[in-house]
């Protein structure tokens, strides 16, 4: 009976100890294994905090997520290895306020603080800041800007105001279509609408180029049709000089040119125009001719006369 009992004191006294051993060497502090954290080499969770910065999967009575924390001036890094070699990581710049993505060490893209987007671009200053060619492909050729005023303004580094703006939308003709290229004064350099261009004016007309200023050109070529080589074919009507006179008196121009009116309307039409003189010196030409041929016969006449005389 007193072995029995030495036997069981032993027992509980190794009991005891054990239990002191693991005391010494692992923490239960703050462990829940239902609903709380696990810390591992450590008495408090390495991720702390309120609800939200837990690390759990699979609760959807709450949000959850994972949070990397780090100093004010460090950064929190979220990297990928490949084969144990670390290959990108996300890294927020706790300094500045800015997500980057880097690969192979060189940095791609970046988000600031405001939301900005940087491609190639370390602390991009506008929504979307790219370093390079941009891209569209298959369905997605479309690029909508400015909505819904539908206008690109290109600006001064120097004055901080658009220097030209460029509009898709001229409000006559196709509502969609047509541009409009503006100056800094809200003038109208150049636009291009209903199929007709204007430089300088608003005022295209029934132009397809209307042009305020002058226009210089090493070489025009004008395609007209209809020719007036006709003057010189046998059947045409050629007024006389009396008929000219009647109507010159009448009109106060020539028969078949503009008026005056006529050209302070409508302008000059370059290849019509060029017709029209053509025509005028051709049938000039022939009655040229006509005449030259009566003062040659009444030159013979006035010969017999003196030698009839004589």
Do not use: C
């Amino acid at each position: 009976m007193e072995q029995n009992k030495t036997i069981i004191i032993t027992l509980f006294l190794i009991s005891i100890a054990h239990v002191n051993f693991f005391a010494q060497n692992w923490s239960t502090t703050s462990n829940n294994y239902t609903t709380g954290h696990l810390g591992v080499g450590t008495q408090q969770l390495g991720i702390s905090g309120t609800a939200i910065n837990t690390l759990v999967v699979g609760d959807a009575d709450r949000s959850e997520g994972i949070v990397i924390n780090a100093k004010e001036d460090k950064d929190a890094i979220l990297a990928f290895a490949k084969n144990y070699v670390l290959d990108a990581r996300f890294r927020y710049k706790n300094s500045v306020g800015e997500l980057v993505f880097e690969n192979s060490g060189q940095q791609l893209w970046s988000i600031s603080k405001n939301g900005n987007l940087g491609i190639n671009v370390n602390s991009p200053s506008e929504k979307i800041d790219v370093d390079g060619n941009i891209r569209l492909r298959n369905s997605g050729n479309k690029i909508y800007w400015n909505w819904p005023d539908r206008k690109i303004d290109q600006y001064s580094k120097v004055s901080g105001s658009y220097m030209i703006r460029f509009m898709n939308s001229m409000g006559t003709g196709n509502p969609e279509g047509g541009f409009n290229f503006v100056d800094n004064g809200g003038r109208s350099v150049m636009r291009i609408n209903d199929y007709k261009v204007g430089i300088g004016t608003e005022t295209m007309g029934n132009h397809k180029l209307a042009v305020n200023g002058s226009v210089g050109a090493r070489e025009i070529t004008v395609e007209i049709v209809d020719w007036p080589d006709y003057v010189f074919y046998e059947d045409y009507t050629l007024n006389s000089l009396e008929q000219i006179e009647n109507f010159v008196k009448k009109n106060h121009h020539l028969e078949g040119v503009p008026s005056k009116e006529d050209i302070k309307n409508s302008g000059i039409k370059l290849g019509e125009m060029n017709a029209i003189l053509l025509k005028k010196i051709e049938e000039l030409t022939l009655l040229l001719i006509k005449e030259h041929k009566r003062n040659d016969e009444l030159a013979r006449k006035i010969e017999d006369l003196n030698n009839l005389l004589h």
